[in-house]
């Protein structure tokens, strides 16, 4: 029997509705990049070149989101890290890919935070009532009420439970030991800056509130602390959060079957091997896991990794390799270059993503000067001889991106990344 005609409008009413809405939920997604005045002002201090020339034709944009621009921790420069303000100024910024790094409360629950014990230094809690479930809380002199023992505190995720956690302020990183009050303690962003007072997520949070940004996901399953060890009971009914290192793996990627989100959209990261062949082993997510190599730089330029390292890693399951930037690039003849390291890894087929760009400041002020000492500025180490102003981070991005063909790269202030990336059509 054929359909009426009221009821073919009917169906054509509905499916325009449909549509119409699926439009409109798609453009709430879509976020104004808007690029601060800094990569304006690295592009200037360039020496002049090819490259000052081309990133010179780019200044009014317009500029997208990129999946080449990953936003570390958020836009961890300036906005307390993991932090929902943090994220929110990263997709501004044009990442097209943001950073939650994750571990676990005391109720097994996950949340983004850098590193298992670090509430002391990136959050407020050492000013509030949970302080005293700290680690080593802080300790007071009973006659005076000073503090002393500034340089022992440590207040961990799984000292606390979800809703204790959700309670803090996030704070940018940074701690006086020396202090003797509380609000000295805390109190080390320089007073010519806004210490803003931000919001704690929880995973499942981050990954709503990064998907309403418009962007997509890159997890980092942290380490735990010695003195944690699995089966994790953390609660006082006795029953195990979690009973091995593979249950604390798979429960991050619960989270995102939960939240439906695809597996394209995800890159789970880990310094683990173990737990990036776990996620390639038993998900679906273990396509774009990347296995992060934290080996010091210097001495995998001095011995680079044999070939068959790197084929190793493909052969097991992995695609992606992250190492740190100074780990791909040596000097010649005073010019930045592809290290052994990134071009044995690449001829193996894997792809490489590395951090962090924009994390070590200012290259005249914080970089150079540490040139012929036993301890260089970390993301520099292996270039330190090449660089000469603040405008050379541009130098370092384009080689690492043209010349050791990096699919992207994690930033403390992606508009610089943005930047680039839209310049070069990446």
Not at 44 to 51: A, H, I, N, V, W
Not at 380 to 392: I, K, M, P, S, V
Not at 404 to 424: E, M
Request: hydrophobic share 35%.
């Amino acid at each position: 029997m054929k359909p009426s005609r009221a009821a073919f409008t009917l169906s054509i009413i509905f499916f325009a509705l449909y549509t119409l809405a699926t439009l409109a939920a798609r453009a709430e997604k879509i976020i104004a990049v808007q690029l601060d005045p800094r990569p304006h002002y690295l592009v200037g201090q360039l020496k002049d070149s090819p490259l000052k020339g081309a990133l010179e034709q780019c200044s009014e944009g317009p500029f997208y989101k990129t999946d080449f621009s990953i936003g570390h921790r958020g836009a961890a420069m300036r906005f307390p890290e993991h932090t929902k303000e943090s994220y929110q100024a990263a997709a501004r910024m044009g990442a097209g890919i943001i950073e939650c790094d994750v571990t676990f409360t005391r109720d097994g629950e996950l949340v983004c935070r850098h590193a298992q014990c670090d509430l002391h230094s990136t959050t407020n809690i050492v000013a509030t009532e949970l302080a005293g479930k700290c680690k080593v809380p802080p300790e007071f002199e009973p006659e005076t009420g000073a503090l002393v023992n500034g340089p022992e505190i440590k207040c961990c995720t799984s000292d606390i439970t979800l809703d204790e956690f959700k309670t803090l302020k996030g704070k940018l990183a940074g701690i006086d030991p020396t202090s003797t009050t509380i609000d000295g303690y805390l109190g080390r962003t320089a007073n010519r800056r806004t210490d803003l007072s931000a919001t704690l997520l929880s995973h499942a949070e981050s990954i709503e509130l990064i998907r309403s940004l418009g962007a997509k996901f890159t997890p980092e399953l942290k380490g735990t602390e010695e003195f944690v060890s699995f089966p994790f009971d953390g609660t006082d009914d006795g029953i195990p959060e979690f009973e091995s290192q593979e249950a604390y793996a798979q429960k991050m990627i619960d989270e995102y079957l939960a939240a439906r989100i695809p597996p394209e959209e995800v890159w789970p990261q880990s310094f683990n091997l173990r737990d990036v062949l776990y996620w390639v082993n038993n998900t679906k997510y273990g396509t774009q896991a990347v296995f992060l190599d934290g080996r010091n730089p210097s001495e995998m330029n001095a011995n680079p990794p044999r070939k068959k390292e790197f084929e190793d890693l493909k052969r097991a399951g992995v695609s992606i390799i992250a190492p740190p930037m100074p780990t791909l690039l040596s000097v010649e003849n005073g010019k930045i270059k592809p290290s052994p390291y990134a071009r044995r890894a690449r001829k193996a087929g894997l792809d490489i993503i590395t951090w962090t760009l924009e994390r070590s400041g200012r290259i005249v002020e914080d970089v150079l000067p540490t040139k012929g000492t036993a301890r260089p500025s970390f993301y520099y180490q292996t270039t330190l001889d090449a660089l000469e102003n603040d405008g050379d981070v541009l130098v370092t991005l384009d080689v690492l991106a043209q010349k050791v063909g990096i699919i992207g790269i994690f930033s403390d202030w992606p508009a610089t990344v943005t930047y680039y990336a839209n310049c070069k059509g990446l």
